[in-house]
Nanobody, 120 residues
Framework: QVQLVESGGGLVQPGGSLRLSCAAS????????MSWYRQAPGKERELVAR????????IYADSVKGRFTISRDNAKNTVYLQMNSLQPEDTAVYYC?????????????WGQGTQVTVSS
């Protein structure tokens, strides 16, 4: 069955760094664009970063540009989010998301989320 398993979340002080990982299984990972979303308490889920299926194109939310880097390793079926200079406003549950468009429609999968807390 399809699985997206996030890891790497935790508690970090302001200015610190974390690296999130999302291990995928049960589908053809290299055919999917991969994204990281986040949802803070009382707020809507928002896109943080997205990377194309081959890894050649990326987009970032304005709030994380220059601080976060998304990457992927198709040989390991894993997508990463390197987060530097973390701030309290980055506190949220971070979700991994896979998306593919095809003639028959779209296929999408969500992970269960990993908590990131930035606090002193």
């Amino acid at each position: 069955q399809v699985q997206l398993v996030e890891s790497g979340g935790g508690l970090v002080q302001p200015g610190g760094s974390l690296r999130l990982s999302c291990a995928a299984s049960g589908f053809t990972f290299s055919s999917y664009a991969m994204s990281w979303y986040r949802q803070a308490p009382g707020k809507e889920r928002e896109l943080v970063a997205r990377i194309g299926s081959a890894g050649g194109s990326t987009i970032y939310a304005d709030s994380v540009k220059g601080r976060f880097t998304i990457s992927r390793d198709n040989a390991k079926n894993t997508v990463y989010l390197q987060m530097n200079s973390l701030q309290p406003e980055d506190t949220a549950v971070y979700y991994c998301y896979a998306l593919k468009f095809s003639w028959g429609g779209q296929s999408e999968y969500w992970g269960q989320g990993t908590q990131v807390t930035v606090s002193s």
